[in-house]
């Protein structure tokens, strides 16, 4: 029976240690390929395909949605190790949900970012908002378990647009950049996760820096001034105003303050931006312009 019993454990630690080379040699290969698709160093793409273990496509073309996942530790409070061993559990949680939900998939850990990669057979028209639904069930899951075991701890997650081709995955992280960025500096994205959600803002991140500052100076670079002499919340102000139409009772409401402060505040913006600040094409740059600013701010705080 000792002899039994040392067979099997040896027999156990064997298996043991191969299952879990295996499983570092696949993490190891999932790694090296997302690293060549955003250096662009891989020459075919069916060469690609292979490498991420799609089977024979058979005529049927694939969809590839690129994805990013970024984690703000504290790191005084937890310490390297504790933080180390925290994403190691989000990235198990991670496996088991793909896993869950059928997803062919790639995974690449990455200092405090997992990249993901998913692909979906496109048998049908309904084959791209499958995939989404099931990226979307990915989102929930892991919003769920986080919020339960560490409701403090704060994370982004962004989904570039699908791509009918591997090789173009790379543009697909790009987009998923973007999003994350705009959750970090625009508090209206901070909850979406998907490039082709964020709208006017695929522009205005596509915009030089220098040429989007000189037009948000142009159009608010007096009420800014003013602003930050006075703290008269000037550009909230004018912003809710733009949003309800021009409701001066609907923008009180929802600014929580008397009309006749919302009153004073729109004469304010009146004499600096001047009387016409709501007409269709004066209106149309200035609601750009608010959009651009938190993007300014965030660069300069950057730099």
């Given at each position: 029976?000792?002899l039994?019993?040392?067979?099997?454990?040896?027999?156990?630690?064997?298996?043991?240690?191969?299952?879990q080379?295996?499983?570092?040699?696949?993490?190891?290969?999932?790694?090296?390929?997302?690293?060549?698709?955003?250096?662009?160093?891989?020459?075919s793409?069916?060469?690609?395909?292979?490498?991420?273990g799609?089977?024979?496509?058979?005529?049927?073309?694939?969809?590839?949605?690129?994805?990013?996942?970024?984690?703000?530790?504290?790191?005084?409070?937890?310490?390297?190790?504790?933080?180390?061993s925290?994403?190691?559990?989000?990235?198990?949680?991670?496996?088991?949900?793909?896993?869950?939900?059928?997803?062919?998939?790639?995974?690449?850990?990455?200092?405090?970012?997992?990249?993901?990669?998913?692909?979906?057979?496109?048998?049908?028209?309904?084959?791209?908002?499958?995939?989404?639904?099931?990226?979307?069930?990915?989102?929930?899951?892991?919003?769920?378990?986080?919020?339960?075991?560490?409701?403090?701890?704060?994370?982004?997650?962004?989904?570039?647009?699908?791509?009918?081709?591997?090789?173009?995955?790379?543009?697909?992280?790009?987009?998923?950049?973007?999003?994350?960025?705009?959750?970090?500096?625009?508090?209206?994205?901070?909850?979406?996760?998907?490039?082709?959600?964020?709208?006017?803002?695929?522009?205005?991140?596509?915009v030089?820096?220098?040429?989007?500052?000189?037009?948000?100076?142009?159009?608010?670079?007096?009420?800014?001034?003013?602003?930050?002499?006075?703290?008269?919340?000037?550009?909230?102000?004018?912003?809710?105003?733009?949003?309800?139409?021009?409701?001066?009772?609907?923008?009180?409401?929802?600014?929580?303050?008397h009309?006749?402060?919302?009153?004073?505040?729109l004469?304010?913006?009146?004499?600096?931006?001047?009387?016409?600040?709501?007409?269709?094409?004066?209106?149309?740059?200035?609601?750009?312009?608010?959009?651009?600013?938190?993007?300014?701010?965030?660069?300069?705080?950057?730099?």
């Open positions: 029976m000792k039994l019993v040392d067979y099997t454990s040896k027999a156990v630690a064997t298996v043991l240690l191969r299952t080379f295996l499983e570092e040699k696949i993490l190891s290969n999932q790694n090296e390929l997302i690293q060549d698709i955003l250096n662009r160093s891989i020459d793409e069916e060469q690609a395909q292979m490498r991420m799609l089977p024979s496509p058979n005529g049927e073309k694939y969809i590839f949605v690129g994805g990013i996942i970024e984690f703000e530790h504290n790191v005084i409070e937890a310490g390297p190790e504790r933080m180390e925290r994403n190691q559990d989000i990235l198990v949680l991670i496996r088991s949900l793909l896993k869950r939900d059928r997803m062919h998939h790639v995974l690449m850990m990455k200092n405090n970012q997992i990249y993901l990669l998913c692909a979906k057979a496109r048998i049908g028209k309904d084959s791209e908002s499958s995939l989404y639904q099931k990226i979307q069930g990915l989102i929930d899951g892991l919003n769920k378990y986080i919020n339960q075991a560490w409701p403090h701890f704060h994370f982004h997650i962004g989904f570039g647009k699908s791509r009918t081709m591997l090789l173009d995955a790379w543009i697909s992280f790009k987009e998923a950049f973007q999003v994350i960025e705009l959750s970090q500096t625009v508090p209206a994205m901070k909850q979406n996760h998907y490039y082709a959600s964020i709208g006017v803002y695929q522009l205005l991140h596509a030089p820096y220098p040429i989007l500052s000189d037009f948000v100076q142009d159009q608010l670079g007096d009420l800014i001034a003013y602003e930050n002499k006075h703290h008269l919340h000037l550009i909230d102000t004018l912003a809710m105003y733009f949003k309800c139409m021009g409701s001066k009772g609907e923008t009180a409401k929802r600014l929580f303050i009309r006749q402060t919302l009153y004073n505040r004469e304010k913006i009146s004499d600096i931006l001047g009387e016409d600040y709501f007409q269709p094409q004066r209106r149309h740059c200035l609601e750009m312009a608010m959009l651009g600013y938190p993007l300014i701010e965030s660069y300069s705080t950057d730099q």
